[in-house]
């Protein structure tokens, strides 16, 4: 290294990694002006980047400042804290390469010393030094990732982010007003309740705003519901970590939680909310030879193109003109409609198969508590515990399929304060999608052909029977 005087420029850059200590941009600043004290060199600027990790591929308007001044001949040293200071990427550091080459340029930093960029010697160096700080670079969001692990299987609440709605902001202890609704929600939901009306309650409550703020839609509700921290469960990487409680409090049972996870994730549900029914009774009757469901189509019936209700099956189960049939049922619906009652039909209504598939979720939970428990014990034997909770496992999912056929897409909310004066009115402002699925919970719509002995003399062939 040459102790002759050189015009230095002096780049510090603060980082985000705060894995070194004393690296503030300052620090960095006075070691480097100390360091130019030693080696007899002058400072002619100082250029700094702020907050900003090199390895995320940002612009760093300071290392492009250094850069230009070395190049353009204003200096011929470059000073920083570290190597990595100046570059994380190999490609940086040959960046820098290609500007000082033959400029004679010489580098020094106060944790690595000084190094001539112009010898192979002094390159060699500075592509080591860039190949470790590259590394370490790796090793940091490894680390990163060991402390995340680490922190779901501890069932530490993470405390990044918003805060999770229905905690208060130390994130362990529930919020009197969001942790109660939340859980309400959830059993309504798990007995009945539509999506759809949670949602217009709670956009219309300002207490229950989403935590990060906006309104709720199917996705973010569906989402809160199913939040398995709900139940105090941890997660690591979208998965549910084996056999940790979480620190903080839970807002709903395990059970409570397996029920309505059971009951979102039914595949009817999604089905039926996405399936654009163009036709009033198609995919509703049914065919009376097969069972099949009826479709709705056009034929030419003597020169004139009819609507027709016919097999799905595609067999010949006899074709039936259509206008009738649904002329028909409306007037069974709307008859039903006006009774004083009718209002009852479209409340949520917990079945007793949804009731006894609730409790056999319970139990089964409280026993697999009970057998984990004895295993802890030493009471019972490891085969015995995998033997028993396989067995138990078993049983909770037997519960919950039973759960999710029970539990069908609701009514829509209209309905639900429908009165006799008004039943017209309600039916008129149904989409057709609605209409079928008020035609489809009150009626079963049987179409049977001309040849059937029983039935192929009723009025066009159409059995209709209350549900
Ligand atoms: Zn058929």
Redesign the pocket.
Known sequence: MDREPRAAIIYTRMSLDKSGEGQGVERQETECRALCKRLGWDVVAVHEDNDISAISGKARPGWQATLQALSGGEANALVGWAPDRFMRRPRDLEDLLDIIEGRGVQVATVTAGAYDLSTPGGRLFARTMTAFARMETDQKSERQKAQERQRAYAGVRRQSGARPFGWLPDRVNIDPVEGPALRQAILDVTHGKSLRSLIAEWNADPAMRPSRGGEWHYSTIRELLQRPANAGLSVYQGEVVPNVVGDWLPIVTLAEHEAICAVLRNPARRLNASSKKKYFLAGVAR??????PMNRASVNIRGKYRAVYR???G?N?GIRSAVPIDEAVVEHVLDRLSKPDAADLFRPRTKSATRSALAEIERTRARLTEVEKDYAEGTITGAQFKATSAALAERLSTAQAALAIENQPSMPESLRKVNPAKGEAVWASLSVPDKSSVADALLSVTIYPTSDPEFGSLPYGCLLEWK
């Open positions: 065919c009376g030879v097969c069972d099949a097999c799905r099956s067999a189960h």
